[in-house]
Nanobody, 117 residues
Framework: QVRVVESGGGLVQPGGSLRLSCAASGTIFKIYTMYWYRQAAGKQRELVAN?????????ADSVKGRFTISGANAKNTVTVYLQMNSLKFEDTAVYYC?????????WGQGTQVTVSS
């Protein structure tokens, strides 16, 4: 059974930083892409960043220069990180992690990030 679990969200002041983590386990496929999405209240879910098994990354223009995605493999678990710096009010959202591989798409439950003074 594939599990995708996010962590690291919380309350932060504008200009602050947070690092989100996403651990994906339970899949046998070594070719994959991991995504970070976010969904603010009343808005559609949007792609923030992604990374594949080769380490290639993509970051949305709206967060480029502030957010960085990275990953690490350990035995049967892939962990990806979203380092978020210079946070703004508009970064407030639920952040979701998704893994895609030949077995399908797997979402985590999301982690809340709130940027507030």
């Amino acid at each position: 059974q594939v599990r995708v679990v996010e962590s690291g969200g919380g309350l932060v002041q504008p200009g602050g930083s947070l690092r989100l983590s996403c651990a994906a386990s339970g899949t046998i496929f070594k070719i994959y892409t991991m995504y970070w999405y976010r969904q603010a209240a009343g808005k559609q879910r949007e792609l923030v960043a992604n990374i594949n098994n080769s380490g290639s990354t993509n970051v949305a223009d709206s967060v480029k220069g502030r957010f960085t995605i990275s990953g690490a493999n350990a035995k049967n678990t892939v962990t990806v990180y979203l380092q978020m710096n210079s946070l703004k009010f508009e970064d407030t959202a639920v952040y979701y992690c998704k893994r895609e591989d030949y077995g399908g798409s797997y979402w985590g439950q999301g982690t809340q990030v709130t940027v507030s003074s």
